[in-house]
């Protein structure tokens, strides 16, 4: 464990989690057990499955000296938004390239993370998609001196790191060993960190499973592949953990249930999900992720995919405050 404010912090929210069993008639009638751990309660601003991907960053930062983080991401961004209130906390400066045109009004996200000390620059949607970020970098480089560079959503193998917080916390609160762990997936680095400590006893018959969020398979398998080696080289050791060691990851993707693609307004069916669940459950769900992990899980339950009796964790990886670009269900 190193002596780095945030790991303790970190460590100690994700220790106070909650699990929380909910019930559907889907999930009901198939016999299955599913329990939801509440990471969206993690912290009220650096919430969720962000808060785990930027742990590693974090550690590699403070490793390499750096104080200045960097990174991307859209109007709504999960990441950005607990980018710029870690960055906060832990007496880091952030800076936050955007991609868009500065808008005259800022959307409530950027209104936050400005308010919170993040710096913004803006890029046009053409600039932000090609090699032109890279001489933006080049410049900011000559106005800073230097910077941590995150990956848009923070991604990348330190991204993964983190997870291992969630998987422990997980493997201390389940009685029994579950059968399948589920989270949506975006980049995928989240199900990638997940399958990469999904060891020991209670892990013994989990399949991590990820909901893509994505229309088109893209490559999300082969980007969770990469971070998910069988080893690790030294330099990616986390720092918050004893040693890191071998391990097999046992991890499925689930496509289909992207209702649409990537942060469309759920209509039809899905938009039904979504209200339902809400008020059975009390629980909020954001439309670009968890509410299609929860909507996919329903629907296999419906199509008899899990085995009856079987017990599924399923990560609410947070993202609520991106609800503020969405109508949402009254709960
Ligand atoms: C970013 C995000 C995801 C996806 O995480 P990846 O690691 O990119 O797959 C899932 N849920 C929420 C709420 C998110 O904000």
Redesign the pocket.
Known sequence: MTDSPWCADFLKWSKSVPMQSIELPEFDRAGLNVIVRRDDLLHPAIS???AY?LLGHLETAHRLGARLLVSFGGAYS??LHALAAASACYGFSSLAIIRGERPKQLSPTLRDVEALGMQLRFVSRADYASSNVDSLLVRLREEFGGFYLIPE???GAA?TLGLKLCMEAIAHTVDSAPDAIC?????????AGLARYAQGDKFCKAAVM?FS?LKGEGNLGATIRKLTPTSLPLNETFHCSVTDQFYTAQWRLIHGFHAGGYAKTPKGEVLDFWRRFESSTGIPL?P???LKMFWGMASLANQGYWQKGSTLVAIH???LQ?RRGFACPEI
């Not at 989270?183 to 199900?191: E, N, Q, S």
């Open positions: 969720g499955n962000k991907k999960n990441h959503g923070g991604g991204g989270v949506a997936a975006g980049t995928g680095t989240t199900l990820g969020v954001d670009v992720y968890t990886s947070g993202g991106g």
